[in-house]
């Protein structure tokens, strides 16, 4: 049965820094994009970032870009998103989500993923 759990968050100051990681047991998940998104007390959950399956190719949400980095490692099944330069609004669930299908594509939408971790919560203080 396929897991993803995820793990590092926690409480930073404004400009600090978190890497998030996802560990992926159960079946390979290499052959897919994987993603991060998050979601705030009150929002709808929204994307975050999304790596294709060889992790050649990658997308950001504006609000995140040039801030965040998102990686992958095949021989550890791990899913990693590095958070810098944190900010108030960043404060949020933040989960993990395997593609639903195989290839190159980067997905934004939500239903595009099947697959989720139970999240991690990311505070920021200002």
């Known amino acids: 049965q396929l897991q993803l759990v995820e793990s590092g968050g926690g409480l930073v100051p404004a400009g600090g820094s978190l890497r998030l990681s996802c560990v992926v047991s159960?079946?390979?998940?290499?052959?897919?994009?994987m993603g991060w998104f998050r979601q705030a007390p009150g929002k709808e959950r929204e994307f975050v970032s999304c790596?294709?399956?060889?992790?050649?190719?990658?997308s950001y949400a504006d609000s995140v870009k040039g801030r965040f980095t998102i990686s992958r490692d095949h021989a550890k099944n791990t899913l990693v998103l590095q958070m810098n330069n944190l900010k108030p609004e960043d404060t949020a669930v933040y989960y993990c989500a395997k593609s639903r299908l195989y290839g190159d594509t980067l997905y934004r939408a939500i239903e595009d993923f099947d697959a989720w971790g139970q999240g991690t919560q990311v505070t920021v203080s200002s």
């Open positions: 159960g079946r390979t998940v290499h052959h897919h994009s």
């Open positions: 790596i294709n399956w060889n992790g050649a190719s990658t």
